[in-house]
């Protein structure tokens, strides 16, 4: 039976809010704060020192003891450093997908269930378990399934896609059947207004308010290339390196009355096409429209699909690329030497290698793998453009 719960506490009002839940139900709850990036690096520019006074004043009021643990030399090196090198590298990566993966549901939680002894995780997620929030029906020989939260809106399973799947059977969702509405009206009627009034922190954590063109030249240096157009072969300008630009962006480049935006970016090995970046006129050039995509091997949160996609070779799935954007429908198949490969029901815009692919159903995500490669639409195909448009606006 399930008695004792660790709750990661973040400063913020959702982790809050699910503390004060699991101690309504009776749970004997401990709160860890973790710190994950090195405040004194940054000249007091990261908020962790002020999320920490929140997360110190908000146990205080609720009665939850609070303790801290230092990940600072894990996540350097296992998000940080990935983080750098994707972007050296002419990816796009997803810091937030790795540091669930590798930090919060990994370390963090094997910290709380194997050092000290305690029966389960909770998190201010909004997502759900098929064990149930609370883990009501935890059952070792069922396996828990990550479900779509009724704040569809505010839905995280797409940054929890990543995450080892063995972790859930062991991990709370408070929050899952509530919205965030409820979250903010609760907080200020157990006396943590303060929190349901804070602003909620978005972007990369480390990056905070930091132009983020700045934030990378502190790291990596700047590499001058060019603009050339993917249609023509002209040179339409010059960049001060591939690690500023991501697929999609707008290129505002004074000499062309045509928008110019980036499609695709040149291997930074020595080569021809080293540290170039190809740049298509239009929003919706067919250079920035893909309806087959090359992924890694998919990290499966669902073992039915995994065995499914193992025995037909295929799978029949929806899919997504950034967390606000629709579902799209989709076959995911394994090719020869296994290879997976993504074929989307209708293009999609801009879908950058370094970013994860994350897989559901009607009604749960299934996985994730990373996006290695997106076949550009073909320009016979360039009238199904008109698809796009609802699925990208």
């Given at each position: 039976?399930?008695?004792?719960?660790v709750?990661?506490?973040?400063?913020?009002?959702?982790?809050?809010?699910?503390?004060?839940?699991?101690?309504?139900?009776?749970?004997?709850?401990?709160?860890?704060?973790?710190?994950?990036?090195?405040?004194?690096d940054?000249?007091?520019?990261?908020?962790?020192?002020?999320?920490?006074?929140?997360?110190?004043?908000?146990?205080?009021?609720?009665?939850?003891?609070?303790?801290?643990?230092?990940?600072?030399?894990?996540?350097?090196?296992?998000?940080?450093?990935?983080?750098?090198d994707?972007?050296?590298?002419?990816?796009?990566?997803?810091?937030?997908?790795?540091?669930?993966?590798?930090?919060?549901?990994?370390?963090?939680?094997?910290?709380?269930?194997?050092?000290?002894?305690?029966?389960?995780?909770a998190?201010?997620?909004?997502?759900?378990?098929?064990?149930?929030?609370?883990?009501?029906?935890?059952?070792?020989?069922?396996e828990?399934?990550?479900?779509?939260?009724?704040?569809?809106?505010?839905?995280?399973?797409?940054?929890?896609?990543?995450?080892p799947?063995?972790?859930l059977?062991?991990?709370?969702?408070?929050?899952?059947?509530?919205?965030?509405?409820?979250?903010?009206?609760?907080?200020?009627?157990?006396?943590?207004?303060?929190?349901?009034?804070?602003?909620?922190s978005?972007?990369?954590?480390?990056?905070?308010?930091?132009?983020?063109?700045?934030?990378?030249?502190?790291?990596?240096?700047?590499?001058?290339?060019?603009?050339?157009?993917?249609?023509?072969?002209?040179?339409?300008?010059?960049?001060?390196?591939?690690?500023?630009?991501?697929?999609?962006?707008?290129?505002?480049?004074?000499s062309?009355?045509?928008?110019?935006?980036?499609?695709?970016?040149?291997?930074?090995?020595?080569?021809?096409?080293?540290?170039?970046?190809?740049?298509?006129?239009?929003?919706?050039?067919?250079?920035?429209?893909?309806?087959?995509?090359?992924?890694?091997?998919?990290?499966?949160?669902?073992?039915?699909?995994?065995?499914?996609?193992?025995?037909?070779?295929?799978?029949?799935?929806?899919?997504?690329?950034?967390?606000?954007?629709?579902?799209?429908?989709?076959?995911?198949?394994?090719?020869?030497?296994?290879?997976?490969?993504?074929?989307?029901?209708?293009?999609?815009?801009?879908?950058?290698?370094?970013?994860?692919?994350?897989?559901?159903?009607?009604?749960?995500?299934?996985?994730?793998?990373?996006?290695?490669?997106?076949?550009?639409?073909?320009?016979?195909?360039?009238?199904?453009?008109?698809?796009?448009?609802?699925?990208v606006?």
């Open positions: 039976m399930i008695r004792n719960v709750v990661g506490v973040s400063g913020g009002v959702d982790s809050a809010v699910s503390a004060h839940l699991l101690r309504e139900r009776g749970f004997n709850v401990l709160g860890i704060f973790m710190r994950n990036w090195d405040e004194m940054e000249v007091g520019r990261c908020t962790g020192e002020a999320d920490l006074k929140d997360a110190e004043w908000a146990c205080r009021r609720l009665g939850v003891e609070l303790r801290t643990v230092n990940y600072v030399r894990e996540y350097w090196t296992a998000v940080f450093s990935q983080f750098l994707d972007y050296q590298q002419g990816l796009t990566p997803n810091p937030d997908i790795l540091c669930n993966r590798h930090i919060k549901f990994d370390l963090f939680h094997k910290h709380a269930l194997e050092n000290l002894g305690y029966d389960a995780v998190t201010g997620h909004y997502a759900r378990s098929s064990l149930g929030n609370f883990l009501e029906a935890a059952n070792p020989e069922k828990a399934r990550l479900l779509i939260p009724t704040d569809t809106f505010k839905d995280q399973t797409f940054f929890l896609a990543g995450i799947r063995h972790s059977q062991r991990t709370m969702f408070p929050l899952g059947d509530l919205r965030k509405s409820q979250v903010k009206q609760l907080a200020t009627e157990i006396g943590l207004q303060r929190l349901a009034n804070k602003k909620e978005t972007g990369i954590c480390f990056v905070g308010k930091r132009n983020f063109k700045e934030f990378i030249r502190e790291y990596i240096t700047s590499k001058r290339g060019p603009f050339v157009d993917i249609d023509s072969g002209e040179v339409v300008g010059h960049h001060e390196g591939i690690h500023q630009w991501t697929v999609g962006q707008r290129c505002r480049l004074s062309y009355l045509q928008p110019y935006f980036v499609a695709k970016k040149g291997a930074p090995a020595s080569s021809s096409s080293s540290n170039t970046i190809y740049v298509a006129a239009g929003h919706d050039h067919p250079a920035l429209l893909s309806t087959r995509i090359h992924i890694d091997p998919p990290n499966w949160l669902c073992a039915e699909s995994q065995r499914r996609l193992a025995a037909m070779g295929s799978l029949r799935c929806r899919f997504r690329f950034q967390h606000t954007k629709p579902l799209v429908g989709c076959q995911l198949t394994i090719c020869q030497e296994q290879n997976f490969q993504v074929e989307l029901d209708a293009p999609l815009r801009a879908i950058t290698p370094g970013q994860y692919a994350v897989f559901y159903d009607d009604t749960a995500c299934l996985g994730s793998a990373r996006i290695l490669s997106a076949d550009p639409l073909k320009k016979s195909k360039a009238s199904k453009q008109t698809q796009v448009r609802s699925l606006s």
